[in-house]
């Protein structure tokens, strides 16, 4: 999977939960998932469950302390995937 | 974590405490019961002369039993309950029947996860007759207590 495939398939998971559709649409690795995107904390955990239903991966406590960016949650993913 | 317990953890009191009773708990599903007084503060003006318990205060009931109640059993001392506080953070209730003063309900609610300190359940209220009241999906979060 290339990085843009799946920045895309992140993009389509938060796209339901963001608030703030203008920040959606300039989305870039450092977009905030809280400040930027306005998506609460309780579905920022819809998020990191949608992410390991996507990817068939695991989200420990210490990923979800870090996703917190879209970069972050790319990096996490890309790690978690290369564990696989 | 006994059933006793779990009700004085619990964060409300008078008068919005909306539980009387947990009758069963586990790591799947929690059952609870309420028996609406006579006297409830909300009966004066809901609605004018015809007593009828709201659906919020409904709604309010199972988030009690099956967030609030149902959050403490889970965490159990994996967490120092003292430092969080607790929030609904989303609720999706259909209501079937109306509960009046002095009815008592039972709610049932079932985990469907409880991951990174977020407990979703599907819920559902039933009156004395086993008749079903209100059914629907509950979440809510608990967050450590900002010093």
Excluded: W
Excluded at chain 1, 18 to 42: H, P, R, Y
Excluded at chain 2, 48 to 65: F, R, W, Y
Excluded at chain 2, 105 to 131: G, H, P, Q, W
């Amino acid at each position: 999977m290339t990085q843009e495939e799946l920045l895309s398939k992140l993009k389509t998971i938060i796209t339901p939960y963001v608030q703030n559709e203008k920040a959606l649409g300039e989305l870039n690795e450092e977009t905030d998932f809280i400040k930027d995107l306005e998506i609460n904390s309780a579905n920022l955990v819809d998020v990191a469950l949608d992410v390991e239903d996507e990817f068939d991966i695991e989200i420990d406590n210490e990923a979800m302390e870090k996703m917190l960016t879209v970069g972050a949650s790319v990096s996490i993913i890309e790690q978690k995937l290369a564990e696989k | 974590m006994t059933k006793d317990n779990i009700i004085q953890e619990l964060p409300y009191s008078k008068p919005f405490l909306f539980v009387d009773e947990i009758i069963a708990v586990n790591e799947h599903q929690i059952k609870g019961t309420y028996t609406f007084r006579e006297d409830e503060y909300f009966y004066q003006g809901h609605f004018k002369n015809n007593p009828i318990t709201p659906g919020v205060i409904l709604t309010e009931c199972m988030a009690q039993i099956g967030l609030a109640s149902f959050g403490i059993f889970l965490i159990k001392n994996s967490l120092n309950q003292n430092q969080l506080s607790i929030a609904i953070t989303s609720s999706e209730i259909d209501f079937y029947k109306p509960v009046l003063p002095g009815e008592k309900v039972s709610v049932i609610a079932d985990k469907e996860y409880f991951r990174f300190n977020k407990l979703k359940c599907k819920v559902a209220m039933y009156n004395a007759n086993d008749t079903l009241v209100a059914k629907g999906t509950i979440a809510g979060m608990a967050f450590q207590q900002k010093k």
